[in-house]
């Protein structure tokens, strides 16, 4: 059982910037970061694999969010730039071996941090 803890979240304005962590109680082959947004369903954000490669990201954050992780302290991280009132949501960080962009392909989730951004 891995067990994932988020930090990070909070209130910010649009245009600013705000990074995100997820530290893994153990290691998994890929971390990966969703959100979900009020009356909406989960939806994939970033992921990368244990070597730090095979990064991936939604089209609606390309260029402006940055995935990253760091194995010596098992934490992955989500750099967001400017940020946009659509990009609110609470975040999840997510762990498993899966390769894909889905839920399925993560066994393990953490409580999610909530982002907030104002216009």
């Known amino acids: 059982q891995v067990q994932l803890v988020e930090s990070g979240g909070g209130l910010v304005q649009a245009g600013d910037s705000m990074r995100l962590s997820c530290t893994a109680s153990?290691?998994?082959?890929?971390l990966g970061w969703f959100r979900q947004a009020p009356g909406k369903e989960r939806e994939f954000v970033a992921r990368?694999?244990?070597?730090?490669?095979?990064?991936d990201y939604a089209d609606s954050v390309k260029g402006r969010f940055t995935i990253s992780r760091d194995n010596a302290k098992d934490t992955v991280y989500l750099q967001m730039s400017s940020l946009k009132p659509e990009d609110t949501a609470v975040y999840y960080c997510?762990?498993?071996w899966g390769t894909g962009r889905t839920t399925r392909d993560y066994n393990y989730w953490g409580q999610g941090t909530q982002v907030t951004v104002s216009s």
């Open positions: 997510a762990a498993g």
């Open positions: 153990g290691r998994t082959s890929a």
């Open positions: 990368i694999n244990w070597r730090g490669a095979n990064i």
